[in-house]
């Protein structure tokens, strides 16, 4: 993998990309900000683009920086089109913010490929499948044995529960990455089924607790091999995902919360035959699990322990919630290489940093897959080992 030097962007790459986008040089040229003529030079290889035009035509282009370090053009892309769309989602909004979100991650996942080729470490073939037919508390079961998940551990994650599950899933070589700028509305989530180094894509925008349960449907359309694009419902919006959709729902619902565990609970015990649930006792198994009320509802809801009635009565409250928290503005937050680990993930962004350890990469390509300036590389490389200093 042509990978030494900024001067060994794949030309053939450059020149892909720009076909992809049916752009012209000349109207190409100018998004970048060079001549015609230096573009199709860069393109044929005799000329190099400097740091501030690659990083200039990345973003013109809308490609992750990745894409451009690649041996050669990236084969079969699932089109766009396969994915379930949200029906209140507007055309054009998918066709641009969504789109990218999925061909970047596309793209990281065949620099990544490379890299773990190029460095000798297989990638493991994600073997754990099942059918929408199966029962969904043995599939539930089978996902927490997969991934190594324990009661005793879970029960004291809490706020930590997304992290811990994304964990044990990059472990099981699945790329998980959060995707930022994107509306609630365009998706929730997004499965991306290849039988190696498959793709879960989360809006960073979703809540905490409902990032967990995101994660674990995503996971699970990765167990039945179903690709597709996930929103804010329980029930899904197109009747031809319905069946999927459900399966996936309960599974998740099975996985993070198992039957014999919340049924052994003593403010679950203690309930007797009452159906009806306050907030804060909602909240107190909320915790203990790791998951929103709603899951945990849904989930008594499902084990007979509330009715159809109240649950749809607690789920406009929850629903405006879920609103006011799209709406709300966010001030601060962690700085900037904590914000990249998070999006990109410990798996992908130690796979980076491993490939310039072993020379595959410069330090500058490093800073570019990781979308970050030089000098703040040491600092994403502590947070990501988890070293000190």
């Given at each position: 993998?042509?990978?030494?030097?900024?001067?060994?962007?794949?030309?053939?790459?450059?020149?892909?990309?720009?076909?992809?986008?049916?752009?012209?040089?000349?109207?190409?040229?100018?998004?970048?900000?060079?001549?015609?003529?230096?573009?199709?030079?860069?393109?044929?290889?005799?000329?190099?683009?400097?740091?501030?035009?690659?990083?200039?035509?990345?973003?013109?282009?809308?490609?992750?920086?990745?894409?451009?370090?690649?041996?050669?053009?990236?084969?079969?892309?699932?089109?766009?089109?396969?994915?379930r769309r949200l029906r209140e989602t507007p055309e054009d909004a998918?066709?641009?913010?969504?789109?990218?979100?999925?061909?970047?991650?596309?793209?990281?996942?065949?620099?990544?490929?490379?890299?773990?080729?190029?460095?000798?470490?297989?990638?493991?073939?994600?073997?754990?499948?099942?059918?929408?037919?199966?029962?969904?508390?043995?599939?539930?079961?089978?996902?927490?044995?997969y991934l190594g998940i324990k009661q005793v551990d879970q029960q004291?994650?809490?706020?930590?529960?997304?992290?811990?599950?994304?964990?044990?899933?990059?472990?099981?070589?699945?790329?998980?990455?959060?995707?930022?700028?994107?509306?609630?509305?365009?998706?929730?989530?997004?499965?991306?089924?290849?039988?190696?180094?498959?793709?879960?894509?989360?809006?960073?925008?979703?809540?905490?607790?409902?990032?967990?349960?995101?994660?674990?449907?995503?996971?699970?359309?990765?167990?039945?091999?179903?690709?597709?694009?996930?929103?804010?419902?329980?029930?899904?919006?197109?009747?031809?995902?319905?069946?999927?959709?459900?399966?996936?729902?309960?599974?998740?619902?099975?996985?993070?919360?198992?039957?014999?565990?919340?049924?052994?609970?003593?403010?679950?015990?203690?309930?007797?035959?009452?159906?009806?649930?306050?907030?804060?006792?909602?909240?107190?198994l909320a915790g203990r699990f790791g998951v929103s009320r709603e899951?945990?509802?849904?989930?008594?809801?499902?084990?007979?322990?509330?009715?159809?009635?109240?649950?749809?009565?607690?789920?406009?409250?929850?629903?405006?919630?879920?609103?006011?928290?799209?709406?709300?503005?966010?001030?601060?937050?962690?700085?900037?290489?904590?914000?990249?680990?998070?999006?990109?993930?410990?798996?992908?962004?130690?796979?980076?940093?491993?490939?310039?350890?072993?020379?595959?990469?410069?330090?500058?390509?490093?800073?570019?897959?990781?979308?970050?300036?030089?000098?703040?590389?040491?600092?994403?490389?502590?947070?990501?080992?988890?070293?000190?200093?």
């Amino acid at each position: 993998m042509t990978k030494s030097t900024l001067a060994y962007i794949n030309p053939a790459i450059l020149r892909w990309v720009r076909e992809q986008a049916r752009l012209s040089p000349e109207a190409a040229a100018e998004g970048i900000g060079i001549s015609a003529d230096k573009l199709q030079a860069c393109e044929a290889g005799d000329k190099h683009l400097t740091f501030p035009q690659f990083l200039a035509a990345a973003n013109f282009y809308k490609r992750a920086p990745a894409i451009f370090y690649l041996n050669e053009p990236p084969v079969g892309f699932q089109p766009i089109q396969d994915f379930r769309r949200l029906r209140e989602t507007p055309e054009d909004a998918f066709k641009s913010g969504l789109e990218w979100a999925i061909r970047q991650a596309r793209e990281r996942r065949e620099l990544a490929l490379e890299l773990r080729n190029d460095l000798g470490e297989p990638v493991q073939p994600f073997k754990l499948q099942a059918a929408v037919k199966d029962n969904v508390e043995t599939v539930g079961a089978a996902i927490r044995t997969y991934l190594g998940i324990k009661q005793v551990d879970q029960q004291t994650w809490r706020a930590k529960a997304f992290d811990n599950w994304r964990t044990a899933i990059e472990t099981k070589d699945v790329l998980v990455f959060m995707v930022p700028r994107l509306a609630l509305t365009e998706m929730r989530g997004v499965a991306v089924a290849e039988p190696n180094l498959p793709i879960i894509l989360i809006n960073s925008k979703d809540r905490t607790n409902g990032r967990t349960f995101t994660l674990l449907h995503e996971f699970c359309h990765l167990v039945v091999r179903a690709s597709g694009i996930s929103g804010l419902d329980f029930v899904a919006p197109e009747p031809a995902s319905a069946v999927v959709e459900q399966f996936c729902n309960a599974v998740a619902g099975a996985a993070l919360v198992p039957s014999d565990w919340l049924l052994s609970e003593h403010l679950v015990r203690t309930k007797g035959q009452v159906k009806t649930w306050d907030d804060d006792e909602l909240a107190a198994l909320a915790g203990r699990f790791g998951v929103s009320r709603e899951v945990i509802l849904r989930r008594l809801l499902g084990l007979g322990r509330t009715t159809q009635a109240f649950y749809e009565s607690r789920r406009a409250s929850f629903q405006a919630e879920y609103d006011a928290l799209a709406e709300k503005k966010s001030s601060g937050g962690p700085e900037r290489h904590l914000v990249v680990l998070s999006q990109l993930g410990r798996s992908f962004t130690r796979l980076v940093l491993q490939g310039y350890y072993d020379r595959q990469l410069t330090l500058r390509d490093v800073a570019s897959h990781l979308n970050m300036q030089v000098t703040a590389v040491p600092n994403i490389e502590r947070a990501a080992f988890g070293l000190a200093g």
